[in-house]
């Protein structure tokens, strides 16, 4: 009788593997079928162009002629050495020094205003997110008219108080600063938005629990909403500082591709376009890419383990 | 409790103005925009005549569209489709394949740009509405954002599709895709938005003025009629007031989207 079992047993299990095997194949080749021509996309386009990039940039050459010449480390020395390149970097780390920290703590700050009222809240936070929904190109060139010296509405204002007219986008100084208010501005919206929803996660028992413990505002905050917020805080501070160093629209339309006044607010990405397609330094401007690509990858790095250890 | 709503009456004009100033000013004729009333002394719909009637921004309008409309159509075909079939079957080479995938993500725009344009270049692409397409016809962040939803639905609710006779595609458009309809709109959302707004590339790609969208548009216009900031400022309304307009319709689906992404990634 056990015998008996065992075999059936067995010849159910060999069946069972034999039913396996086609219907598992049958998925198998469905899976292949639904990802071949997508994956065949992404290699073209994404992977195949990335290195080429990476050969291009050992190499010089001008868009024009036929021949490549293998330079090998040259253009990434010149990106490192050369002052100008150097200014780039500078000011593109500016950016993000100021405009990061900026876009964070104002959004949260609005975020934690929007969670405290109940009427109006969507009307106030639809009035928020508009600027991120509108053209960048087109309010950069609004950024451009309000800020003009002559005639901008910024310094009709600032008349108004009795402040001096600012040379605002003819300054050196303040020019950079220009594009940052715009960049700051057109943000905080969408990463409101995005806080708020984290907020609003938040079980309003662990305040509760808090304050029978006798927990103290400032406590409160810092123990329960910033800890339970810190995710969506690290993921808007990261997208923040993959954005701002990838700036150029705003940088293009509101200062021009050359990059302001002594180039004062020129940025990396611009500063390739300028290398690449003003200059036909095909190499360089690769070469700038590929330390962008590095740049990007190590800040994110950086900021995701520093940022995640809080909430230990 | 005053004092908040003081403030938030503070930010929404700050939010607003520059859009208030850039309609206002738009109306104004050519000398009135240097005064600093907001109503224009002289209200003119000349500058709107000369940059709907007389100018390419109907038709860079269009462009935009079509450019955009395509590539989210694309997105929300090709991405679920992957986000799927890497949730939901097991095959070779699936882990290696889904972290190719994945790293693409890391890869910034800029480092396929310059390789885009010299295929555009070789192949024969150059102001064709396909060399304006072909860069965003599927996104990696798609594919990572369909899986994660496609990991909520249940797989006895596909067997039981499949027990029913349904084929695998059946299965897929008739069973797992309803259920993650959020997540659709939101990758739809995101997708036509971004690349409406997108600049780098077309600026690169395109010097065709008819085939212009309207980012690059604007930014020829504002370079062409220089000191007339009416009229620049009336291409900046035409740009931006049909985009407020759908977003203020969609309004609910667009804050959800943002939300939803935003808190699962």
Sequence with gaps: MAQANAVLVKGAKVQ?????????????RTAYLFIA????????????????????????????????????????????????????FGNTFEYVFVCVPLMVVISLVLALMLNQIVKGRSFFRLIVFIPYVTSA?????VWKWMFMKNGGVINGILKFFGIAPQPFLNSADQSIFVV???????????????LLAGLMQIPRTYYEAAEIDGASGWEKFRYITIRQLNPTLVYVTVMGTIRTLQVFTQVYNIAGAEGGPLKSTASIVTEIYHTAFRQYKMGLASAITVILFIVIMIITLVQMKVLNKETD | MTLLYLAFVVIGVVMVFPFIWMIATS??????IYSLSLLPKKFTLDNYREVLAGSDFPRWFLNSFLVAGITTLSVLVFDPLLGYAFCKYRFRGKEAIFTMLLSTMMIPTEMMIIPWYMMVNQLGWNNTYWSMLFPGLSSAFGIFLMRQFFTGVPDEL???????????????????????????????????????????????????????????????????????????????????IPIIIIFLIFQKKIIEGVQLTGVKG
């Design chain 1, 16 to 28: 069972k593997k034999k039913n396996r095997n086609s219907i598992e194949r049958k998925k198998e």
């Design chain 1, 37 to 88: 021509l997508p994956v065949l996309y992404f290699v073209s386009f994404r992977i195949l162009p990335t290195f080429f990039s990476f050969f291009l940039s050992f190499m010089e050459w001008d868009l024009l002629s036929p021949e490549r010449e293998f330079i090998g480390f040259e253009n990434y020395i010149t990106a490192v050495s050369d002052p100008t390149l150097q200014k780039v």
């Design chain 1, 137 to 141: 190109v087109a309010i950069s060139y």
């Design chain 1, 180 to 194: 940052m208010s715009n960049i700051i501005w057109s943000s905080i919206g969408f990463n409101a938005i995005i």
């Design chain 2, 27 to 32: 109306f104004k004729t050519g000398t009135d």
């Design chain 2, 158 to 240: 596909l067997d039981a599709g499949r027990i029913d006779g349904l084929s695998e595609f059946g299965v897929y458009t008739r069973i797992a895709l309803p259920l993650v309809t959020p997540a659709l709109s939101a990758l739809g959302i995101f997708t036509f938005l971004g690349n409406w707004n997108s600049f780098l590339w077309p600026v690169i790609a395109l010097d065709s003025k008819e085939k212009y969208t309207i980012t690059l548009g604007l930014a020829q216009f504002s370079a062409e009629n220089a000191s007339q900031w009416e009229l620049i400022m009336t291409g900046a309304s035409v740009a931006t």
